[in-house]
Every structure is written in structure tokens, then in C-alpha cells.
């Protein structure tokens, strides 16, 4: 069990808590579908495709690129610029439909390089100029997770 705060829909589920996850958001659940969610929700923190990779070595590249791609295009999983070079991807909570309003926080360990979802940390509301309109923000904090902290 990680030692920093995981959202319970994260902690590990029956195969079929996934397959519903993959129908309430319309994709059909396939075993190799079901396998990248389930990777994914029992990370705890958001998964680069590289991550997604490594972790799943028997799966071809290609395939864990359209398997995000069509995550995303489903609002399952929403991506998260932490700065580090690769984009990460975390799975959405069974409400969010990544509106603006859905945004949350984001926390980038400097030290092993994983991102959090802070998702009881809401985006902060910022005054825009006349004529704006938000579509996207990304917020994320950087520091030590609880595991490297303790290892100093």
C-alpha cells in the first residue's frame, strides 16, 4: 500500500469494476483494455507511457499509445505537463468529464520524478481579463513525495 493518500476508486477492484468503468464511458472492454485501466488504477499516481510500458513489457508500444489515445478521447484518463519532459496520465474519477470545473492540483516529486493527483486541492480561481475564456489549466506543485522526504 503506498504511504501518501490514494483515492479509493484507485486501490485495486474486481475485473468487473473495470470492465465498468470501460462501458460507462462507451469502450468496449477488451482483456488487454482492461489490463492498462487496471495498471493504471492500482499505480496510485499518474503513469507515463513509458511507465505503462515498462510495467507492461508484454504489450507492443503501439498499442499502449492507442489504448491512451482513445482513454482520453473518452475522458477515462485526463494527462497531466508536469514539466519532466513526458506526459503522465492518471484515470478520472467516474464523475469528472475533465471540464475546467473537474481540474485538480498536481504534485511532482523532483526527486523520483512520479506525479499525484491532488484531487481534493482545487484550482484556484483567477480574474481574467475581458474578451478571455479558460479552457484548460494546468497546476502542478513540486517537492519531495513522503517516501523520498523520509529518506533524507
Known amino acids: 500500500m503506498p504511504d ?5 476508486y484507485k486501490l485495486k477492484m474486481e475485473q468487473n469494476a473495470y470492465i465498468e468503468m470501460l462501458t460507462r ?3 468496449r472492454p477488451t482483456a488487454l483494455r482492461v489490463l492498462i485501466l487496471r495498471t493504471m488504477a ?3 499516481r499518474a503513469l507515463s507511457m513509458t511507465d505503462l510500458e515498462n510495467e507492461l513489457e508484454t504489450v507492443d ?13 473518452h475522458r477515462l484518463v485526463h494527462s497531466i505537463d508536469d514539466g519532466g519532459g513526458a506526459v503522465k496520465y492518471a484515470v478520472c474519477r467516474n464523475t469528472c468529464s475533465c471540464a475546467v470545473e473537474d481540474l485538480h492540483m498536481h504534485f511532482s516529486c523532483v526527486r523520483c520524478q ?6 481534493h486541492s ?5 480574474a481574467l481579463p475581458e474578451g478571455f475564456t479558460l479552457q484548460s ?11 523520498c522526504a523520509s529518506k533524507k
Open 61 to 73: 508500444k503501439s498499442t499502449v499509445f492507442r489504448t491512451l489515445t482513445l482513454f482520453l478521447s
Open 122 to 126: 482545487e484550482i484556484p480561481s483567477v
Open 42 to 44: 492500482q499505480a496510485g
Open 137 to 147: 489549466v494546468n497546476c502542478v506543485l513540486k517537492g519531495l513525495c513522503p517516501a
Open 114 to 119: 512520479r506525479t499525484f493527483c491532488l484531487e
Open 25 to 27: 464511458r462507451n469502450i
Open 4 to 8: 501518501y493518500p490514494v483515492p479509493a
